[in-house]
T-cell receptor
Framework: EPEVTQTPSHQVTQMGQEVILRCVPISNHLYFYWYRQILGQKVEFLVSFYNNEISEKSEIFDDQFSVERPDGSNFTLKIRSTKLEDSAMYFC????????????FGDGTRLSIL | QKEVEQDPGPLSVPEGAIVSLNCTYSNSAFQYFMWYRQYSRKGPELLMYTYSSGNKEDGRFTAQVDKSSKYISLFIRDSQPSDSATYLCAMSVLQGGKLIFGQGTELSVKP
C-alpha cells in the first residue's frame, strides 16, 4: 500500500540552527500538510499546501517556518533559527483530491533541539 | 471550551471485549470525522472516515457520528492485543481542510 515517507526519523539540532524536514507524499496526491505533536500534547495543524502555494496556515506557522515542493516528489518543511520549544514530532500528510479523500500520515520526524 | 475533547485514558480491556471510544466537540461546522490509530513511535494511521451524521462499519470497527449532540464514537468488536494503541479522533470543517485532533485515548487490550 502506498505510504507517506519522512526523513530523517530523528533530527538533533543545536538551538539557533536551521533544519529541513523532508517528506515524500503518496505519488498521486495533490494536497500536502504538516502537523506537529509536542510530547504529551495533541497533534496540531501547521500548514496545508496545494498547487504550489500555501492554502492555510496556523498561528504557529510564523515567519520562522516555510514549506516548499522543490520537485515532483518531495515536500519540505524548513525551520529557521530553531528554538527549544520547536522540539516535537513533525508529521507530513497528503490527500488525493478535495472530494471525500482523507489525509494519510507519515511516521514523522522527531526533532530534538539542544 | 476545547474544540475537541477526548478522554486520554488509559483504557484497559480484556481480549474479546467491545471497546467504545468517544469524542465531543464544540464547533458545529465540523462535517468530516476521522479516527486514526497511532502505535508508539509511528504516525497516525487512518481507520475510519465519515461525512456528516450516521454510522459506518469496516470489519470489527464501527464509527458513529451524532451531529445533534456533537459526539462521535468508535466501537471495536472482539478486541485483540494488536489493537493496543492510542486512538485519535480528528475532524475538519472543509474537505481537504486542516484536521483538529483530540488528545487521543490510550487503549490496552490484555490477552
Amino acid at each position: 500500500e502506498p505510504e507517506v515517507t519522512q526523513t530523517p526519523s530523528h533530527q538533533v539540532t543545536q538551538m539557533g540552527q536551521e533544519v529541513i524536514l523532508r517528506c515524500v507524499p503518496i505519488s498521486n496526491h495533490l494536497y500536502f500538510y504538516w502537523y506537529r505533536q509536542i510530547l504529551g500534547q495533541k497533534v496540531e495543524f501547521l500548514v496545508s499546501f496545494y498547487n504550489n502555494e500555501i492554502s492555510e496556515k496556523s498561528e504557529i506557522f510564523d515567519d520562522q517556518f516555510s514549506v516548499e515542493r522543490p520537485d515532483g516528489s518531495n515536500f519540505t518543511l524548513k525551520i529557521r533559527s530553531t528554538k527549544l520549544e520547536d522540539s516535537a514530532m513533525y508529521f507530513c500528510a497528503s490527500s488525493e483530491a478535495p472530494t471525500d479523500q482523507p489525509q494519510h500520515f507519515g511516521d514523522g520526524t522527531r526533532l530534538s533541539i539542544l | 471550551q476545547k474544540e475537541v475533547e477526548q478522554d486520554p485514558g488509559p483504557l484497559s480491556v480484556p481480549e474479546g471485549a467491545i471497546v467504545s471510544l468517544n469524542c465531543t466537540y464544540s464547533n458545529s461546522a465540523f462535517q468530516y470525522f476521522m479516527w486514526y490509530r497511532q502505535y508508539s513511535r509511528k504516525g497516525p494511521e487512518l481507520l475510519m472516515y465519515t461525512y456528516s451524521s450516521g454510522n459506518k462499519e469496516d470489519g470489527r470497527f464501527t464509527a458513529q457520528v451524532d451531529k445533534s449532540s456533537k459526539y462521535i464514537s468508535l466501537f471495536i468488536r472482539d478486541s485483540q492485543p494488536s489493537d493496543s494503541a492510542t486512538y485519535l479522533c480528528a475532524m475538519s470543517v472543509l474537505q481537504g481542510g486542516k484536521l483538529i485532533f483530540g488528545q487521543g485515548t490510550e487503549l490496552s487490550v490484555k490477552p
